[in-house]
């Protein structure tokens, strides 16, 4: 399930019209929500946002970091092409497991990967798989640093990389919060980002903020 319910009327107007899960994701909510999984991803309104992403750029390969149940995979992988490929590392057997069944009732089996273990063991490994067209971080935020070097090494000139929760509920400038590892790994990866000559960046302030750059 997701955390980001608290809607504003013009906001749930937004998400009916624009922004709604159909009845697979709606399904694959609730039994995460019955499975005990983490009630912390991503909104339909995000989940959109990187459908459109992936139609918008042609991508193929897409690269997510942080996996949890598989809803924004779900949205990204629907929207690849035949033959395009979705790899998301996922540090939980358990959310995996999960994962590859929800995406197979969905019919998204043939186009969507778990790889299970720590993303900064797993890494490593997917050189001959890169460069890849789009990539999504969305995982332990201490470490969206070393997640954006991955990234960079990764891609190629166009590709897409994305960082969630870039606002870190309003935390992220909080001067009392300063010194929590999740808050400064944030406004690493938010500096890096932004002010790597490689990137041109933005962040686009769908809920919690999606930091956003294309690399030149």
């Not at 459109?52 to 970091?65: D, N, S």
């Not at 992988?77 to 790899?87: C, D, F, Y």
């Not at 995406?103 to 490593?124: F, I, N, Q, Y």
């Amino acid at each position: 399930m997701s955390k980001l319910n608290d809607l504003s009327p013009y906001e749930q107007f937004l998400r009916d019209t624009f922004h709604a899960d159909d009845a697979g994701l709606q399904r694959l909510q609730s039994e995460a929500e019955k499975a005990g999984l983490p009630a912390i991803s991503i909104g339909p309104e995000q989940g959109k946002f990187l459908q459109v992403l992936v139609q918008l750029t042609g991508a193929r390969k897409v690269l997510e970091i942080g996996c949890l149940g598989g809803y924004s995979g779900a949205w990204i992988a629907r929207a690849l092409p035949a033959g395009g490929k979705l790899i998301s590392l996922e540090l939980e057997e358990k959310h995996a497991a999960f994962t590859r069944k929800q995406w197979a009732s969905l019919g998204l089996a043939d186009k969507a990967e778990v790889r299970v273990g720590p993303a900064l063991e797993s890494l490593p490994g997917l050189a001959d798989e890169a460069p890849f067209d789009l990539i999504f971080i969305d995982a332990d935020k201490n470490n969206y640093p070393a997640y954006l070097e991955w990234a960079l090494r990764y891609s190629r000139p166009g590709t897409v990389i994305l960082g969630d929760n870039v606002s870190m509920g309003g935390r992220l400038a909080d001067p009392d919060r300063q010194e929590n590892p999740g808050i400064r790994g944030m406004r690493g990866f938010a500096e890096a980002m932004a002010g790597d000559a490689r990137l041109v960046s933005t962040v686009v302030p769908y809920a919690d903020g999606i930091a956003m750059a294309v690399v030149k």
